[in-house]
T-cell receptor, first 113, second 114 residues
Framework: KQEVTQIPAALSVPEGENLVLNCSFT??????LQWFRQDPGKGLTSLLL?????REQTSGRLNASLDKSSGRSTLYIAASQPGDSATYLC????????????FGQGTELSVKP | ETGVTQSPTHLIKTRGQQVTLRCSSQ?????VSWYQQALGQGPQFIFQ???????GRGNFPPRFSGLQFPNYSSELNVNALELDDSALYLC?????????????FGPGTRLTVT
């Protein structure tokens, strides 16, 4: 059974700091890995999607990497801002498990001014 | 292009009651997936509908059921509500089922069971 784990559960950093959020998965038969942002009580906003054939994706201050052999993905946020405060979720899609997304439990990020 | 919409935004029900949540898929999308997100947890897959048929189901009891209509909108029905059903319910639509098609999420419906 595929499991997706995110550590830490919560993170607080001062504004301007560069930070890394971690996501690990147990099944190497991963099709893609997606990072989402969720503001309190709201839906999911897709940030980056990495196909299994790719190693990383970038969008603005965000960079996501994928290492299938180690079962890890990281989301790097450069020069963090208070507006980045939210919960960040990673989700995997696995071959032979249909199209469902398997989510981690999320990392709650707080960026202090 | 209209995105995924869900209704209602919030609702409160009593244990034992039944509830229906609604989702309108993004234009051109024929597949809808439903997820349950308990407080402090990641979303859990409930089921997926493709062309009005159930196309995959997660580990949820039969009192969770769904429908998809010819216009590809969808309903999630939950019978005999339990306190643990309190959660944010998210729907997502995609062009087609399967791995190659990205899912786009709606804003969610917050269900509180008292």
């Amino acid at each position: 059974k595929q499991e997706v784990t995110q550590i830490p559960a919560a993170l607080s950093v001062p504004e301007g700091e560069n930070l890394v959020l971690n996501c690990s998965f147990t099944d190497s038969a991963i099709y893609n890995l997606q990072w989402f942002r969720q503001d309190p009580g709201k839906g999911l906003t897709s940030l980056l999607l990495i196909q299994s054939s790719q190693r990383e994706q970038t969008s603005g201050r965000l960079n996501a990497s994928l290492d299938k052999s180690s079962g890890r993905s990281t989301l790097y946020i450069a020069a963090s801002q208070p507006g980045d405060s939210a919960t960040y979720l990673c989700a995997a899609q696995i071959y032979n498990q249909g199209g469902k997304l398997i989510f981690g439990q999320g990392t709650e990020l707080s960026v202090k001014p | 292009e209209t995105g995924v919409t869900q209704s209602p935004t919030h609702l409160i029900k009593t244990r034992g009651q039944q509830v229906t949540l609604r989702c309108s898929s993004q234009s051109g999308h024929n597949t809808v997936s439903w997820y349950q997100q308990a407080l402090g947890q990641g979303p859990q897959f409930i089921f997926q509908y493709y062309r009005e048929e159930e196309n995959g189901r997660g580990n949820f009891p039969p009192r969770f059921s769904g429908l998809q209509f010819p216009n590809y909108s969808s309903e999630l029905n939950v019978n005999a509500l339990e306190l643990d059903d309190s959660a944010l319910y998210l729907c997502a639509s995609s062009l087609n089922p399967g791995l190659a098609y990205e899912q786009y999420f709606g804003p969610g419906t917050r269900l509180t069971v008292t």
